[in-house]
């Protein structure tokens, strides 16, 4: 517990020195486990990703005292990424494979928080897909993203009203979720659920 407190206090401290030369950091994320990465002095941060991994990396951004999911996606393996993360956030990534993945980061700048800009934003809807069966599950998310859940697994995800999922099926694709805002924010779905609905309605 200790080393992992270690980790984030080193990435705390170290912020300042990355706000100036704007260098890139490394980290390795152990097979299976999830890092954590907070700047809580900053009112919020800007930070660049590359994926240096041969996998897809997962990462989400959460609240910082209750630890609900506020975004998640996946970075592709060679996938570069620019985020913001908000006052009161910290920022996560996660390795579902039984390899060492690599990541490296930037911090581009920090939120004062003197200045806002009102922008008119797609609804978001941030929740987890999860997988509750013995096999893997291989999703299109069109212009986001194809993952690949492995069993007994979870992926959140960060998606505009009106984006599709499908189930990629013998060369085929079975749309089986329509995001609207009937979906609440941080709610868990189970695919196996979505899949035989949609096969059903197939039939």
Known sequence: MSKYLSILLFFCFLSFGQQKSKERSQLLIPPKQIVQIDYPFFKGFTTKVWNKSKFEMGVSVHNRKT?????????????????????????????RFLATLKVEFSLQKGSSGKKKTTQTLTPQRAFYLENNTAQSLPLLIPGVMSPK???????????????????????????????????????????????????????
Do not use: C, H, M, W
């Not at 999911?69 to 009161?88: C, D, M, R």
């Open 67 to 95: 630890d609900s999911l506020v975004k998640g996606f996946g970075i592709p393996k060679g996938g570069t990424n620019i985020l913001t993360i908000g006052a009161g956030n910290y920022l996560q990534f996660e390795n």
């Open 149 to 203: 859940l492995n069993p007994f697994s979870r992926s959140g995800v960060d998606l505009p009203n009106g984006q599709k999922v499908y189930l990629k099926l013998n060369g085929k694709r079975v749309l089986i979720l329509t995001v609207t805002d009937s979906i609440k924010q941080g709610v868990r779905i189970d695919l196996a659920e979505l899949i035989n609905k949609a096969l059903n309605n197939e039939n």
